[in-house]
């Protein structure tokens, strides 16, 4: 089944522990975005990537990592996370832009910092 | 940066009426608009999207216009049923030079009640 996995799913964690959440999909896609969403503000990209070892920044990448060391995965890290960042996190990967294909979403990762 | 304008914030219709969703972008740069649906506690999903070179697009019960020159877009869902209610979200996307940024609004809570 074609599909954008994301775990853990739930995380409360405390301020300056770093974390990773993992994203992985399984369509070959090229392009693969991190969201946040928090009420009132929508969807805001984080940052993303056109393909392997090329990342860029999305609208908020302040506090935030990304790697893309192969294809089909796409980790968010937060170095040192603060309560700010307590949003609803969501993957998502398309072949490429969204000129081309579809975005497909992940399940989402409700992140809370303490 | 592309900033997108989305009203109304909340939307009530009765069964069977018509809704309207309206979406303005900054950036003439933007050339791909699509509308995500997102169900309590689901992912956003794609219902349509349109290209800066078509006007409108119809699916169904659903309809997007684009007006380039005043940098607004829209979507009609004609024949509302209850299981339209959800929070609704365009976006507007700048892509080019092996960049893609989507932007999205702050999104419509539609509510059709039976």
């Known amino acids: 089944e074609a599909q954008v996995t994301q775990n853990p799913r739930y995380l409360i964690t405390v301020t300056g522990k770093k974390l990773t959440v993992t994203c992985s999909q399984n369509?070959?896609?090229?392009?693969m975005s991190w969201y946040r969403q928090d009420p009132g503000l929508g969807l805001r990209q984080i940052y993303y990537s056109m393909n392997v070892e090329v990342t860029d920044k999305g609208d908020v990448p302040e506090g935030y990592k990304v790697s893309r060391k192969e294809k089909r995965n796409f980790p968010l890290i937060l170095e040192s996370p603060s309560p700010n960042q307590t949003s609803l996190y969501f993957c998502a990967s398309s072949f490429f832009g969204g000129m081309t294909d579809t975005q497909y979403f992940g399940p989402g990762t409700r992140l809370t910092v303490l | 940066g592309e900033n997108v304008e989305q009203h109304p914030s909340t939307l009530s219709v009765q069964e069977g009426d018509s809704a309207v969703i309206k979406c303005t972008y900054s950036d003439s740069a933007s050339n791909y608009f699509p509308w995500y649906k997102q169900e309590l506690g689901k992912r956003p999903q794609l219902i349509i999207d349109?290209?800066?070179?078509?006007g409108e697009k119809k699916d169904q019960r659903i309809a997007v216009t684009l007006n380039k020159t005043a940098k607004h877009f829209s979507l009609h869902i004609t024949e509302t049923q209850p299981e339209d209610s959800a929070v609704y979200f365009c976006?507007?996307?700048?892509?080019?030079?092996?960049?893609?940024?989507?932007?999205f609004g702050k999104g419509t809570k539609l509510s059709v009640i039976p």
């Open positions: 976006a507007a996307e700048v892509s080019g030079a092996g960049s893609y940024q989507l932007t």
């Open positions: 369509m070959n896609h090229e392009y």
């Open positions: 349109i290209r800066s070179n078509v």
